[in-house]
């Protein structure tokens, strides 16, 4: 489904850009000779779309993603996140089995075929909204692979310390520094996790960040349901209470304010705001 006349703009309606996006993800279908197993489900700001798929030869079950940005952003670590990936080793994640590139709309397209894993998102928003169970083995699976994800060596960057400094100012008035680094999945939160079996999703944005950086966003995604919220920190007490962690939830706290200022998740300025001001005061 191509747009006539002038390229694609985030501000025609949602529903246009939605039906465009099915158009895409049906032509990176075609591409790679699949069919829609599934009903699709769209990212972030909708810019991007995903469904399970089946090979029409053989029927093998995969999972399909397309991506849409505009030309100036389509490109470096953030573009070839997911492909980038497949270098890391040993961690419950699926694997992207091809990639496709197009132009429509005056926007960049990219088409990625990956491995099917089974299970559920823990929950369908990024934020956690009621209490759920999760094993004790989901708990400790998840501490394995953000550990063995630490470790990994990478060039990619997540984040820099300007980028850090500059939302920290603009959000809480902070000059903060960062003193480790460490390679994070860099979009650690409850839809991008699944369960019963642990898999950890959309790997767009990984590379170096502050060390604590996972452990922080899975602790502030979870400020709205105070009894996960509990289990994080006592899971993972180690990180979060050391002056790495408390410095790695500020600089997460900076970046989830700045998109509540943008329209994401009002509901989560105060909560955000009372936790900074715990941690400022009790270091």
Not at 137 to 153: G, K, M
Not at 228 to 233: I, P
Request: hydrophobic share 40%; proline share 5%; with cysteine.
């Amino acid at each position: 489904m191509s747009v006539p006349d002038a390229p694609l703009a985030i501000e025609v309606s949602d529903e246009h850009f939605m039906a465009w996006m099915r158009g895409n993800l049906a032509r990176a279908a075609g591409h790679f000779e699949v069919v829609l197993a599934g009903t699709p489900v769209f990212g972030w700001r909708l810019r991007s779309i995903s469904a399970p798929v089946e090979a029409r030869a053989g029927g093998q079950r995969c999972w399909l993603r397309v991506v849409s940005e505009y030309p100036q952003w389509a490109h470096g670590d953030t573009w070839t996140g997911n492909v980038d990936g497949g270098k890391l080793a040993g961690l419950a994640k699926p694997v992207v089995l091809a990639f496709t590139e197009w132009e429509d709309g005056g926007r960049q397209q990219r088409g990625e075929l990956m491995t099917r894993c089974p299970g559920d998102a823990v929950s369908r928003t990024d934020l956690l909204r009621n209490d759920v169970y999760l094993s004790a083995q989901w708990w400790e699976e998840l501490r394995r692979n953000l550990r063995r994800l630490s470790r990994a060596p990478t060039n990619r960057r997540h984040t820099t310390q300007d980028s850090v400094s500059r939302r920290a100012q603009s959000a809480l008035g902070l000059d903060l520094r960062i003193g480790s680094w460490e390679t994070v999945h860099g979009d650690l939160h409850w839809a991008n996790m699944l369960a019963p079996e642990l898999h950890i999703l959309d790997w767009e944005l990984w590379g170096r960040g502050p060390a604590g950086t996972d452990v922080a966003s899975l602790y502030c995604h979870s400020l709205r349901v105070p009894a996960m919220a509990q289990r994080v920190h006592a899971t993972f007490a180690n990180i979060l209470d050391s002056a790495d962690g408390r410095v790695a939830q500020l600089a997460v706290i900076s970046r989830m304010l700045l998109r509540v200022h943008r329209g994401d998740n009002p509901e989560m300025e105060q909560p955000l705001r009372e936790h900074a001001a715990t941690i400022l005061t009790s270091a």
